[in-house]
């Protein structure tokens, strides 16, 4: 008996028609090749991807901060992010470039370019990363009695995965301007992750204890192992499409579109960490723990988000560059559908379950409940206008768009500043809560004045109420 047998035997007739309808659209999305059954098959395998990456990382930092204890989990989580933001800022905007131009290389069958912008993208994030991990490591040891001791060492460890989380980023971008979302995404979010888990368990097994120093080796094992298996994979599957050949460079072009990107992708990347950095310089570890336990439990709604983000890139970029400003319109507006309504849903369930959840970490990390809340107001607020960043960028609004982030992190970092040493961890939620909410905003204003879409969930492209999708243009 088939799915559809079943259900026309056991929903009421008024039901039955909805269920074939959603079939119709599962198998058009599943087996479409338009560029919507496209980017619609992309965000849910990313959807399904980021769940599991979701589960995956839940349930590693509870090991972790299980297996290391509140004040060395504190340490990790410090380094750890730090380690990653300035990787991906080290691709200098490169490893987004990538999905601005290959679709379009692609389109119109220029692969030397191909060949010459993935290869630049690679080699330059890597000769980045590893000059900024050498400026760290020697800061690090200018400053001496300046760092707390117990950071020093972990510092260093860290700036030697620069180089790998950048490349990672750049191959991450590459997989997806090709729609290789599975390509793209487990190797950064999946097994990574595995990786280090594994580690540190063993680590735990066999040394009968799991420091910070201990896990950020692990770490750096498991950047390594996967960011070269993946490397191996794509070079494998560009090469099955585009053979080996002259490569054609036009660094130039790159650079003026890269630029802005990273200065926009920077200041996303500052904006959504910001808090846990400055939670780090101005508390103990302990305190660092306990946020970004919070923090990472309201990752599970934050993952929606990512997940259309990621769809929706390359297909702005097709719809762009061919000239389809109505079709760019209609899609960006469902965008904001696909982003909120998931978002609620998920954060809504987080905060019912929240005492359970962060009981897990330990019985310190139940005052964590209140960042949640305020948490979630930001990321619902973000959530409205769906990835409007993205838009603005592959509208060639780089330079507004960069404003706009500035603006914002300096909203956060100020906040941040000015409330966590009175309010603590709920002081630098209430900061992040307000720059997204502030960043949300000021997106919405600039995408409706320069591109004249009103990009709000609720409303189609014109700003009429439409709170489900309307038909296809």
């Known amino acids: 008996m088939t799915f559809t047998d079943a259900a026309e035997r056991l929903l009421p007739a008024r039901h039955l028609s909805r269920v074939r309808h959603l079939l119709d659209l599962l198998k058009v999305i599943a087996r479409g090749g338009d560029d919507l059954a496209v980017a619609q098959r992309m965000a849910l395998i990313a959807f399904g991807i980021r769940i599991v990456s979701a589960a995956i990382a839940f349930i590693s930092q509870v090991i972790l901060a299980r297996l290391m ?37 692609r389109a119109s069958g220029q692969a030397e370019e191909i060949r010459g912008l993935t290869w630049t993208a690679r080699v330059f994030s890597m000769i980045s990363a590893t000059l900024v991990a050498g400026i760290g490591i020697a800061t690090v040891l200018m400053l001496g009695d300046q760092v707390k001791e117990y950071y020093v060492a972990p510092l260093i460890m860290g700036a030697f995965a620069l180089p790998m989380i950048a490349l990672g980023d750049v191959l991450d971008g590459t997989s997806r301007a090709n729609n290789w979302p599975v390509l793209a995404l487990s190797p950064t979010y999946l097994i990574r992750p595995t990786l280090i888990i594994l580690i540190a368990i063993a680590a735990f097994a066999w040394f009968g204890s799991a420091n910070a120093q201990i896990v950020l080796v692990g770490a750096l094992v498991a950047t390594y192992l996967t960011t070269l298996g993946q490397f191996v994979l794509v070079r494998r599957r560009l090469g099955n499409i585009f053979a080996r050949g002259r490569l054609q460079l036009d660094f130039k072009a790159w650079v003026v579109v890269a630029l802005p990107i990273f200065m926009i992708e920077g ?5 959504t960490n910001a808090d846990v950095i400055v939670v780090g310089l101005y508390l103990p570890p302990e ?42 319109g209609h899609f960006a507006s ?33 005052e964590g409940r209140l960042v949640m809340a305020i948490l979630l107001v930001g990321i619902l607020a973000k959530a409205m206008v769906g990835p409007a960043e993205v838009l603005l960028s592959m509208t060639g609004h780089h330079k507004v768009c960069a404003g706009v982030y500035a603006l914002a992190l300096t909203v956060n970092i100020g906040l ?13 939620a209430i900061a992040t809560a307000v720059a997204m909410s502030a960043e949300a905003l000021l ?31």
């Open 287 to 328: 305190r660092v723990a306990v946020y970004f336990a919070a923090a990472k439990i309201m990752a599970l709604v934050h993952f929606v988000y990512f997940a259309v983000k990621a769809a929706a890139a390359p297909r702005f970029s097709n719809l762009v560059s061919t000239g389809r400003m109505k079709e760019l």
């Open 416 to 428: 941040n500043i000015a409330l966590i040493p009175h309010f603590g961890i709920e002081g630098a």
């Open 69 to 105: 204890g509140n004040f060395d989990y504190g340490v990790y989580v410090f380094v750890w992010v730090l380690a990653i933001i300035l990787g991906n800022l080290s691709c200098l905007g490169f490893h987004t470039a990538v999905i601005r131009f290959l679709p379009q290389y």
């Open 267 to 271: 200041f996303y990347f500052l904006l």
């Open 334 to 366: 469902q965008t904001t559908r696909w982003a909120f309504w998931p978002s609620l849903v998920v954060g809504g369930l987080a905060m019912l379950a929240a005492p359970l959840l962060l009981s897990l970490f330990g019985p310190d990390y139940l």
């Open 443 to 473: 997106l919405h204003i600039t995408v409706r004045h320069r591109l004249g879409i009103i990009q709000f969930v609720g409303t189609d492209q014109y700003g009429r109420l439409a709170l489900r999708p309307a038909a296809e243009v």
